[in-house]
């Protein structure tokens, strides 16, 4: 194990907790509260005037203990100034996007983002007066051509939703700064452990702790990472500003499930890159679309840029096999069909980029197919997938 992969391991551990307190319990405890009580109006009032600095106990909202450890932990692992806990991944694209983005602004979007985030663009974002352009995520450097005066930030995630195309983040990054513009970067595929964006040249990195992060399919929870003071201080105030917070018990979950975040990841990669050498073999399958595999657009920004390989990825099979593909889905054991991802049970479900794209063709001409490789047996999942795949004979 290399020295930087220890001491990320040895971090899920130790930090968050409390080192201190005599005859402590290992976890911290769920911090359910609204009102908060001051000995006398001094100390409430100095509360008051700093309650948008991290770590100021003055209203439930604002956090408790546990968010601010959670918090920390995230600012930690993930190199920032800062982080900002809210109550969903969707929630910390919108708040993201909110805090930058303003009316008469213009904003440039990956054309692979995650659905909903997309959603919020086209529905609330130019109801609001902002602009929006999607571009081709493999444009690179080459992205500065569709920079506009008034580009306030730029979006994008590192794999695309559903296709897994990896961007060139330094170059997309490199060219928001050069506008003057934010760049944000959904990172939830990877975690703070696979790839650091904010070390990469990006502002702004948004997780679903929902995922891997939390990694038990039991926790709604979205982390904002800020890397510089001014950047996290307007986070900070738009989450508060529209009442957003992380929840108690999912607070609870993230902070537990962030203590075997690296063991279940290397289990993840170790099943997920057996799956794949049995996918290979497959000649129902026309291409596997998983950042590690030399298929997928990308792969060489993943080898330079990623120090893993997380579980999820996309097949796409053979033309002509739509109804033999839905009753393999439909026949598999161990793979449950639902939504999210990055828990300890795989999943699996058909997918389709084609109705989100706009500034780039989806060119599959057989179905897709997202799996996510949970934490049973391998050699199990192998065997479900053998007679799964009968179907498509």
Not at 6 to 30: K, M
Not at 318 to 344: A, C, D, Q, T, Y
Request: proline share 4%.
């Amino acid at each position: 194990m290399k020295t930087s992969d220890a001491n990320l391991t040895n971090a899920l551990i130790h930090l968050g907790r409390d080192h201190q307190t005599r005859g402590r319990s290992v976890n911290l405890p769920i911090y359910q509260a609204s009102t908060m009580l001051f000995n006398n109006l001094e100390e409430f009032e100095q509360a008051r005037d700093t309650r948008y600095e991290k770590g100021t106990l003055y209203y439930g909202r604002y956090g408790t203990p546990a968010t601010f450890e959670l918090e920390n932990m995230m600012t930690e692992l993930e190199h920032g100034v800062g982080c900002v806990a809210v109550s969903s991944g969707l929630t910390a694209c919108v708040v993201s996007l909110m805090a930058f983005a303003k009316a008469g602004a213009h904003v440039l979007v990956a054309d692979t983002v995650y659905g909903p985030t997309r959603a919020f663009c086209d529905n609330v974002l130019t109801g609001y007066g902002v602009e929006i352009t999607y571009f081709d995520p493999m444009l690179g450097a080459d992205l500065a051509s569709l920079v506009q005066a008034n580009t306030a930030a730029v979006f994008f995630e590192a794999p695309g939703s559903g296709s897994f195309e990896v961007p060139d983040i330094p170059a997309i990054a490199h060219v928001a700064s050069a506008a003057g513009a934010v760049s944000i970067l959904d990172g939830t595929w990877a975690t703070p452990l696979l790839c650091q964006p904010l070390t990469l040249g990006v502002d702004v990195v948004v997780h679903s702790g929902s995922k891997y992060i939390s990694g038990h399919s039991d926790a709604m929870l979205g982390l904002i990472v800020a890397g510089s003071q001014s950047h996290y201080d307007k986070v900070r105030k738009m989450s508060l500003s529209i009442g957003d917070r992380a929840g108690a018990n999912d607070v609870f979950l993230a902070l537990r499930g962030l203590r075997t975040l690296a063991v279940r990841l290397r289990q993840h990669a170790q099943s997920t890159a057996a799956c794949i050498a049995w996918l290979e073999q497959q000649p129902s399958v026309d291409r596997i679309l998983h950042p590690s595999h030399s298929d997928c657009p990308g792969h060489e920004h993943w080898r330079r840029d990623f120090s893993g390989s997380a579980g999820l990825f996309s097949v796409v099979f053979k033309p002509g096999l739509e109804n033999k593909v839905r009753h393999m889905i439909n026949n598999l054991s161990l793979f449950g069909i639902g939504l999210s991802w990055g828990g300890f049970e795989s999943l699996i479900l058909p997918v389709d980029p084609s109705p989100y794209r706009t500034a780039t063709t989806w060119t599959a001409t057989g179905p897709t197919v997202r799996f996510n490789i949970g934490l049973e047996d391998a050699d199990s999942l192998l065997s479900d997938l053998d007679a799964g795949f009968a179907y498509l004979s």
